[in-house]
């Protein structure tokens, strides 16, 4: 069993194919049908079932999946972990971010973390927050944004996000200096199905009130977009939000909601030395 067939192996499932699988890692896709092949042999077992949507882990796959990230991230952190025991921080740093925080939050931090720790390579990931978690539990990630609670990670607080109401620009509510969350749950609304989720529906629910759902979208511009064509109204993060909304309008709630985010790892004992630095770097700054 070849190290460089575990590494195939996790691009194949985590893109899905064969072809995307080539793409990442640089190879050819005979390269990589070949390294799976003889992995298959190797193991004893069929690993991947290929659908014409792509290709699908076989109940084999998954666990060699699992198990070929845990062995390549600690084989991955040697080095690192030398080179932090002689008093240099190096190697890569795989980052899971949200994209609401990434352009506010996260990279004017690696900006100053890269001038500081110049031989730190970072690789950043954008998800929701179920998809994050995921990625910190698996290793495909060893530091993420997360929302908190986040049970059973490590976590360094970045910041609290207020809530605000987002309405079309004519709407009767967007006369009001400050919106009733009571008022803005009886119209037709917009939810968003990101992680900010939960926090949204526990402010409502603790104002007294229950959101009528129209609709349901996951990216912020959607929202925008659906609440400027008059379809609902909706609350959102004010973290990430454009500076131009056109002919929607943002407005505070008389009953405060806001998300806390921080930066996650699922252990600082075993955590890599760059997630390490980045957390102290975070804290200090």
């Not at 997360?146 to 607080?157: A, F, K």
């Amino acid at each position: 069993m070849q190290l460089s067939h575990l590494r195939v192996l996790l691009a194949v499932a985590e893109h899905g194919g064969f072809t995307a699988a080539a793409e990442r890692t640089g190879m050819s896709q005979p390269h990589v049908s070949r390294s799976i092949a003889a992995l298959e042999a190797d193991l004893g077992a069929a690993l991947l079932v290929r659908r014409r949507e792509g290709v699908a882990l076989t109940e084999a796959g998954q666990r060699a999946v699992s198990r070929a990230r845990e062995t390549i991230r600690h084989f991955d952190l040697i080095r690192p972990d030398v080179a932090a025991a002689a008093g240099q921080v190096a190697g890569p740093l795989r980052l899971a971010s949200l994209p609401s925080a990434t352009g506010t939050l996260i990279a004017p931090r690696l900006r100053t973390f890269g001038d500081r720790y110049p031989q730190v390579g970072v690789r950043l990931l954008e998800g929701y927050s179920p998809e994050i978690r995921a990625w910190l539990e698996n290793g495909a990630a060893e530091i993420g944004v997360v929302i908190l609670p986040e049970p059973g990670m490590h976590t360094v607080p970045l910041t609290a996000d207020r809530m605000v109401a987002l309405l079309p620009r004519g709407h009767a509510l967007a006369a009001t200096e400050t919106v009733a969350v009571r008022a803005l749950a009886r119209e037709p609304f917009v939810l968003t199905t990101g992680g900010c989720r939960p926090v949204i529906l526990g402010g409502v629910r603790r104002a007294g009130a229950a959101l009528d759902v129209a609709y349901e979208a996951g990216e912020l511009s959607t929202i925008i977009a659906m609440v400027d064509t008059g379809l609902g109204v909706s609350i959102v993060p004010t973290l990430g939000l454009p500076a131009d909304l056109g002919d929607v309008v943002t407005r505070p709630l008389d009953a405060p909601i806001s998300r806390h985010l921080a930066l996650a790892v699922p252990s600082l004992d075993t955590c890599a030395p760059a997630a390490r630095a980045f957390l102290e770097h975070v804290l200090v700054s």
